[in-house]
């Protein structure tokens, strides 16, 4: 059983930055493929970035390409977003999620824990 907590969302104005962190209980955390996925009022839930186990696989949505970055701290059962560049499309609840997998996935049939999401939302 793994359970995850989000933090760091917030309201931040457009070009701006954030960071979310995603706290992760159980000793099995290094052995998950995690991920982030995030929805908007009105919207389906969108994939956003995932991590491979040891971090050696990334992927992205193609919308955050070039401005959010995953990492993991396996010690630390950590999960972290760097959101640069935000932009009121951005504006959404964020949500932190693990596959008992080695590799990351885009698809969030394939994550079994969530967290409660953290809202992050950008002004224009």
């Known amino acids: 059983q793994v359970q995850l907590v989000e933090s760091g969302g917030g309201l931040v104005q457009a070009g701006g930055s954030l960071r979310l962190s995603c706290a992760a209980s159980?000793?099995?955390?290094?052995?998950?493929?995690m991920g982030w996925f995030r929805q908007a009022p009105g919207k389906e839930r969108e994939f956003v970035a995932a991590v491979s186990w040891r971090g050696g696989t990334i992927r992205y949505g193609d919308s955050v390409k070039g401005r959010f970055t995953i990492s993991r701290d396996n010690a630390k059962n950590t999960v972290t977003l760097q959101m640069n560049s935000l932009k009121p499309e951005d504006t959404a609840v964020y949500y932190c999620?693990?596959?008992?997998?080695?590799?990351?996935?885009?698809?969030?049939?394939?994550?079994?824990?969530w967290g409660q999401g953290t809202q992050v939302t950008v002004s224009s």
């Open positions: 999620a693990g596959r008992p997998s080695f590799s990351p996935s885009i698809s969030e049939n394939e994550y079994v824990y």
């Open positions: 159980g000793r099995t955390f290094s052995s998950y493929a």
